[in-house]
């Protein structure tokens, strides 16, 4: 049975330290409450009975308990127009800056990685459409890539509950999608037509080199899994992956600051994003 | 609708696998390339040390700094420890970061070293560096530590990381140092508050 004392400042300030840490997310006295629940979910789920015993468990990472520490602080689940303000920058900023000086017959690439069920990719679709003015004037690729090929499968079919839906509107829902019933919707064939699935390992050099560069790389919420050296690789794969001057989207707790220091930090109104410089330095 | 239907091929893959003479090329993109192509392969440990001594451009460093890393042996990391005292601070921070994802095995043998450089901030520096091991194996490196530095501010970076993943074991050395620097108001101050957050975080009997 877990000790459901609340936790101290002090326990609050250390277990914010080994998050910060690990993940770069922070999480300070005004987070008290949301912290709590965490710890006390985790400290049922491992038996422990007191903050000291669980904390020990964390820092030797016993039964992979990082992990699963991670998990519970963060949001698993995918939706549409999910973290919108970087939908925001792309349309405002990200492609402005990616279209100038470029011919018109040069596609812009995107890539949503990892895509999961495909909410990802086909919101980047859908907001291209309902929020760029230039979105006639150039061809758009747009790819999504994950290493669970059961989630590429389901997003293929492109079909999608209630929930995956809430944060869009419904003009939007009856524009892009076909109603299956049993609170079901599929997502229009032109829109699943217009998005490319593949499977990828984002720190295997051998499966993300063969998707090209890109001008704009989504990536968000996947880095924060990985140790540290996978990290580095996968920097590094992302690097080669932005075409010079493209962009890459991380999760809002993420900062690839922490990671490496290829890529060059830019902060537009609506969201603070990483660049590949134009040019390589040095 | 604008967008491309899937079924289009990609563009041509860039790069490719490199050979390491290519780590010599005149061109930063080549040997970012063949650093790449050669990250974490043992074999290829000499060719990535002596293209680090002499590589000017930080994107490949950074590259061959990564590939030394991977390599995860102490040979490995031993390549990269003398670059810890470079006068270049983008160097020695791109030398720390790799030393730090190291697997704890590679990098417990030239740490032991560190801990024990004449020269004070690389002491600094391998404290911090300590972090990365399991707690047992930085208690007892910084514990020795403590029991024989001269110099504060190192016994204050020692207390530090102490403080964040300390063992019990370590209270009577934290107690000694602050005995012998009695007269180092802020290092007996960073050592007390070392000794009571361990003290604070010693587990008592799960049931």
Redesign the interface.
């Given at each position: 049975?877990a000790d459901a004392q609340p936790v101290t400042e002090?326990?609050l300030r250390?277990l914010s330290?080994?998050l910060y840490?690990r993940t770069g997310m922070i999480f300070t006295e005004t987070k008290r409450y949301y912290v709590q629940r965490r710890i006390t979910d985790r400290m049922e789920a491992t038996?422990?009975?007191?903050f000291?015993?669980y904390?020990?468990r964390l820092?030797?990472d016993a039964a992979g308990e990082v992990e699963q520490f991670i998990n519970a602080f963060t949001v698993n689940e995918t939706y549409f127009y999910r973290e919108d303000h970087q939908l925001r920058c792309l349309t405002q900023d990200l492609l402005a800056e990616r279209v100038e000086r470029r011919p018109r017959d040069r596609?812009i690439?995107i890539w949503s990685v990892p895509c999961s069920t495909g909410e990802e990719p086909y919101s980047i679709?859908l907001w291209?459409?309902e929020n760029w003015a230039q979105?006639?004037?150039?061809?758009?690729?747009?790819?999504g890539s994950d290493i669970d090929t059961r989630a590429l499968k389901a997003a293929s079919e492109g079909v999608f509950g209630k929930r995956a839906l809430m944060r869009l509107s419904p003009e939007l829902i009856g524009r892009y999608f076909e109603e299956l019933g049993d609170e079901q919707w599929r997502i229009l064939d032109?829109?699943r037509?217009?998005?490319?699935?593949t499977a990828a390992n984002l720190v295997e050099?051998a499966e993300t080199?063969?998707?090209?560069?890109f001008d704009v790389i989504f990536c968000r919420n996947v880095l924060i899994y990985f140790?540290?050296?996978s990290?580095?690789?996968a920097a590094?794969n992302l690097?080669?992956n932005l075409a010079p001057g493209g962009f890459i989207c991380l999760g809002h707790t993420e900062s690839m600051s922490r990671i490496?220091?290829?890529f060059e930090v830019r902060r537009f109104d609506d969201a603070i994003v990483y660049q590949r410089p134009r040019a390589?330095?040095? | 609708?604008?967008?491309?239907?899937?079924?289009?091929d990609?563009?041509?893959?860039?790069?490719?696998d490199e050979p390491a003479g290519k780590l010599r090329s005149t061109s930063?993109?080549e040997r970012?390339a063949a650093a790449?192509a050669l990250?974490g392969r043992p074999e290829a440990l000499a060719s990535l040390t002596a293209a680090l001594a002499t590589e000017?451009?930080?994107?490949?460093r950074?590259?061959l700094l990564?590939g030394l890393?991977?390599i995860?042996t102490p040979q490995g990391a031993a390549a990269i420890v003398p670059l810890i005292r470079s006068d270049d601070a983008?160097l020695r921070t791109?030398a720390i970061d790799?030393l730090?994802?190291?697997p704890a095995a590679a990098l417990a043998g030239p740490l032991d070293s560190l801990l024990s450089d004449p020269e004070t901030d690389v002491r600094i520096l391998a404290c911090d560096l300590a972090?990365a091991l399991?707690?047992p194996q930085a208690t007892r490196l910084l514990c020795g530590l403590l029991a024989r530095e001269p110099e504060a501010n190192v016994c204050a970076a020692a207390a530090d990381v102490l403080a964040?993943?300390g063992e019990p074991d370590a209270l009577p050395a934290l107690a000694a140092c602050a005995e012998r620097f009695v007269q180092v108001p802020f290092l007996v101050f960073a050592l007390r508050v070392a000794g009571d957050?361990i003290r604070?975080?010693?587990?008592?009997q799960?049931?």
């Open positions: 049975m002090e326990e250390r330290e080994f840490r038996g422990a009975t007191s000291a015993s904390f020990a820092r030797s596609a690439r679709a291209l459409l979105v006639d004037a150039y061809d758009i690729e747009i790819v032109d829109i037509g217009s998005v490319r699935f050099t080199r063969p998707h090209g560069q140790d540290d050296a990290r580095r690789v590094e690097y080669e490496s220091p290829l390589a330095h040095g | 609708m604008p967008l491309i239907r899937k079924g289009g990609a563009p041509a893959p860039t790069g490719g930063p993109d970012w790449r990250s000017q451009d930080p994107r490949v950074e590259a990564t890393a991977r995860g983008s791109g790799a730090r994802v190291m972090r399991p707690a964040e993943c957050r604070a975080q010693t587990p008592v799960d049931g």
